[in-house]
């Protein structure tokens, strides 16, 4: 979809997507594409295991190289036989579970687009995502797939149901999945640069943008991500986060992939078994959030129970981690965090605190400067701080986080004007701020001390406060309604509401609640109302949250869960 941008703004994509000189064409990984990689590692590694699955009701499932590859090339030729080719879109809607993974292995391996979306949006936003990616095939779990069936748009040709067959009408995947072959042979295999991903995520408008990623995108950015942490074909790495954000894809499935490592999977995360499941299956590294950081400090665990000989780290990033939080966590569990940061449009991390500190070192950059250190750039992309005409800031000054890399993004899917504004200095503009220090050896360590952008961070996951608003706008005598994120322990943050009632009307908090729960998901709706006379606004007439924020700080230990 390059056709809506101009060739002086795809000079500067191209330009924000280089390093060191060195444009994407020059590949840093020695693969064209996911398939290579898992047809070597699957020739390398025939019968180690490459995935162990956990699902909530259903025994340990583990998958050898060997087996993984055939199930994934079967899959590959069911896509083929349903209609999907080369750049078709493939949306999944689905939790966890093993079949996810062959589902999005034989979509690159096809060198098909995989467009995840979570069961857990509202119906507007899954329809507009179908519609807006133009999805061929719905990959759906059995619960969803009446609520999907609703609301297809028309490109949506099949909908392949899995677990339960709900409708005979529609294919089901463990049924038709033995009627094709193990051999999976690419009639037009992808290039480096064809699209892979479609991140939805949102933004500081109402409706969410597509961050477009390719096949060097992902493999880059595991590549770099395998080679920071040292991780070996030997070691195994564990995902409790969803597989519809690329911390789940890339981190910790990609990642132990191109090491020729494993990955356990866990259909969700569980307080109680998280440290028994590290031991078991002698886990190395997992990827975190910091949220479950705080679920892990407040579940009072008998940690002497647990062999954790194996565990090296912790990967934790995707939301705001606080000094007070990552040295609890440390002090209680003496297991070390290894902070990051990055972003959809970076395909997932872009710096890392490095391994090889010190434990000295290691507290000085999780707490000296106010801020936890997010970490030291992969040498697969670059980072500086600009300010907002786009120039370099020094050591210590306040500005954007921009980045430059393997790893940046193609461009939004059919936004032109936002790529404008994203790409306008030849780096990719986080809209995050921050600042570096240097250490001794002259390595630029980042902060990330807020957001330039408006995005409410609940658990890592992005959140709209726009989206928000448009609610709060709709419920009968309300004058104006914003949503407002504040700090909360639990998630890093949580959704507020600030209302201005119409002059006379009577309007109670709870109601306020009530009706936002009838039309957004849990964690989109606001967990605390207050009401106001006024809503602060700038001199142009934007609304000024951040001088919001404070009036929520009752509720900052506040844990919020949902009504049964």
Same mark, same amino acid.
Not at 410 to 429: I, L, Q, S
Not at 441 to 459: D, M, W
Not at 474 to 480: M, S
């Given at each position: 979809?390059?056709?809506?941008?101009?060739?002086?703004?795809?000079?500067?994509?191209?330009?924000?997507?280089?390093?060191?000189?060195?444009?994407?064409?020059?590949?840093?990984?020695?693969?064209?594409?996911?398939?290579?990689?898992?047809?070597?590692?699957?020739?390398?590694?025939?019968?180690?295991?490459?995935?162990?699955?956990?699902?909530?009701?259903?025994?340990?499932?583990?998958?050898?190289?060997?087996?993984?590859?055939?199930?994934?090339?079967?899959?590959?030729?069911?896509?083929?036989?349903?209609?999907?080719?080369?750049?078709?879109?493939?949306?999944?809607?689905?939790?966890?579970?093993?079949?996810?993974?062959?589902?999005?292995?034989?979509?690159?391996?096809?060198?098909?687009?995989?467009?995840?979306?979570?069961?857990?949006?509202?119906?507007?936003?899954?329809?507009?995502?179908?519609?807006?990616?133009?999805?061929?095939?719905?990959?759906?779990?059995?619960?969803?797939?009446?609520?999907?069936?609703?609301?297809?748009?028309?490109?949506?040709?099949?909908?392949?149901?899995?677990?339960?067959?709900?409708?005979?009408?529609?294919?089901?995947?463990?049924?038709?999945?033995?009627?094709?072959?193990?051999?999976?042979?690419?009639?037009?295999?992808?290039?480096?640069?064809?699209?892979?991903?479609?991140?939805?995520?949102?933004?500081?408008?109402?409706?969410?943008?597509?961050?477009?990623?390719?096949?060097?995108?992902?493999?880059?950015?595991?590549?770099?991500?395998?080679?920071?942490?040292?991780?070996?074909?030997?070691?195994?790495?564990?995902?409790?986060?969803?597989?519809?954000?690329?911390?789940?894809?890339?981190?910790?499935?990609?990642?132990?992939?191109?090491?020729?490592?494993?990955?356990?999977?866990?259909?969700?995360?569980?307080?109680?078994?998280?440290?028994?499941?590290?031991?078991?299956?002698?886990?190395?590294?997992?990827?975190?959030?910091?949220?479950?950081?705080?679920?892990?400090?407040?579940?009072?665990?008998?940690?002497?129970?647990?062999?954790?000989?194996?565990?090296?780290?912790?990967?934790?990033?995707?939301?705001?981690?606080?000094?007070?939080?990552?040295?609890?966590?440390?002090?209680?569990?003496?297991?070390?965090?290894?902070?990051?940061?990055?972003?959809?449009?970076?395909?997932?991390?872009?710096?890392?605190?490095?391994?090889?500190?010190?434990?000295?070192?290691?507290?000085?950059?999780?707490?000296?400067?106010? %801020?936890?250190?997010?970490? #030291?750039? =992969?040498? !697969?992309?670059?980072? &500086?701080?600009?300010?907002?005409? /786009?120039? $370099?800031?020094?050591?210590?000054?306040?500005?954007?986080?921009?980045?430059?890399?393997?790893?940046?993004?193609?461009?939004?899917?059919?936004?032109?004007?936002?790529?404008?504004?994203?790409?306008?200095?030849?780096?990719?503009?986080?809209?995050?701020?921050?600042?570096?220090?240097?250490?001794?050896?002259?390595?630029?360590?980042?902060?990330?001390?807020?957001?330039?952008?408006?995005?409410?961070?609940?658990?890592?996951?992005?959140?709209?406060? %726009?989206?928000?608003?448009? #609610?709060? =706008?709709? !419920?009968?005598?309300? &004058?104006?309604?914003?949503?407002? /994120?504040? $700090?909360?322990?639990?998630?890093?943050?949580?959704?507020?509401?600030?209302?201005?009632?119409?002059?006379?009307?009577?309007?109670?908090?709870?109601?306020?609640?009530?009706?936002?729960?009838?039309?957004?998901?849990?964690?989109?709706?606001?967990?605390?109302?207050?009401?106001?006379?006024?809503?602060?606004?700038?001199?142009?007439?934007?609304?000024?949250?951040?001088?919001?924020?404070?009036?929520?700080?009752?509720?900052?230990?506040?844990?919020?869960?949902?009504?049964?």
């Amino acid at each position: 979809m390059t056709s809506d941008l101009s060739p002086e703004l795809l000079q500067k994509i191209n330009y924000a997507r280089s390093i060191d000189g060195s444009p994407t064409e020059d590949l840093l990984v020695p693969y064209r594409n996911i398939g290579e990689l898992l047809s070597r590692q699957a020739e390398d590694h025939e019968g180690d295991p490459f995935l162990i699955y956990y699902g909530d009701e259903t025994p340990r499932r583990e998958y050898a190289y060997g087996e993984f590859h055939e199930e994934v090339c079967r899959t590959a030729n069911l896509l083929r036989a349903t209609g999907v080719g080369r750049g078709d879109r493939v949306a999944v809607i689905s939790p966890n579970h093993a079949d996810v993974v062959i589902l999005y292995m034989a979509a690159f391996l096809l060198g098909a687009v995989v467009v995840p979306i979570s069961a857990g949006e509202d119906d507007k936003r899954i329809r507009y995502v179908l519609e807006n990616s133009g999805a061929r095939l719905a990959f759906v779990r059995d619960h969803d797939v009446e609520r999907i069936a609703s609301l297809r748009p028309a490109g949506v040709e099949t909908i392949l149901q899995a677990g339960q067959r709900v409708r005979s009408s529609f294919p089901h995947f463990t049924t038709e999945l033995p009627r094709h072959s193990s051999r999976f042979i690419p009639q037009d295999p992808p290039g480096p640069d064809d699209d892979a991903l479609i991140i939805y995520t949102s933004g500081t408008t109402g409706h969410p943008k597509g961050v477009v990623l390719s096949q060097n995108n992902l493999l880059s950015d595991a590549m770099g991500i395998a080679e920071w942490h040292h991780l070996s074909d030997d070691q195994r790495m564990m995902c409790v986060l969803p597989l519809h954000h690329v911390n789940g894809i890339v981190v910790t499935l990609l990642t132990p992939l191109y090491a020729g490592g494993s990955v356990v999977l866990n259909q969700k995360f569980h307080s109680a078994r998280f440290f028994e499941r590290i031991g078991a299956e002698r886990v190395s590294i997992v990827s975190v959030v910091p949220t479950l950081l705080q679920f892990l400090l407040h579940s009072r665990l008998d940690m002497e129970a647990y062999r954790l000989a194996n565990l090296r780290h912790v990967i934790c990033g995707a939301g705001p981690l606080t000094v007070d939080l990552a040295a609890k966590f440390e002090q209680t569990f003496k297991i070390p965090i290894m902070h990051g940061y990055g972003l959809s449009e970076t395909t997932c991390y872009s710096c890392f605190l490095p391994v090889d500190l010190t434990p000295a070192e290691h507290r000085h950059w999780l707490s000296k400067y106010g %801020f936890p250190s997010i970490g #030291v750039p =992969m040498p !697969i992309n670059e980072m &500086a701080i600009h300010d907002e005409k /786009g120039n $370099e800031l020094d050591e210590g000054q306040r500005g954007e986080i921009v980045i430059r890399g393997h790893n940046v993004m193609k461009y939004y899917f059919r936004e032109p004007d936002v790529n404008a504004v994203t790409f306008a200095h030849g780096w990719f503009r986080s809209g995050d701020e921050g600042f570096f220090r240097f250490d001794d050896q002259g390595r630029r360590f980042f902060f990330i001390t807020g957001r330039i952008k408006e995005l409410i961070i609940r658990g890592g996951a992005n959140i709209s406060p %726009f989206e928000i608003d448009e #609610v709060l =706008m709709n !419920i009968p005598g309300v &004058a104006a309604g914003i949503a407002v /994120g504040f $700090e909360n322990e639990w998630y890093g943050e949580e959704v507020g509401a600030y209302v201005k009632p119409m002059d006379g009307m009577d309007l109670k908090p709870e109601d306020i609640l009530a009706y936002c729960r009838k039309v957004l998901p849990f964690a989109k709706s606001p967990k605390v109302v207050l009401l106001g006379a006024d809503v602060p606004v700038t001199s142009t007439g934007k609304y000024q949250r951040s001088k919001l924020r404070d009036l929520f700080a009752a509720w900052k230990a506040v844990q919020f869960t949902e009504p049964r």
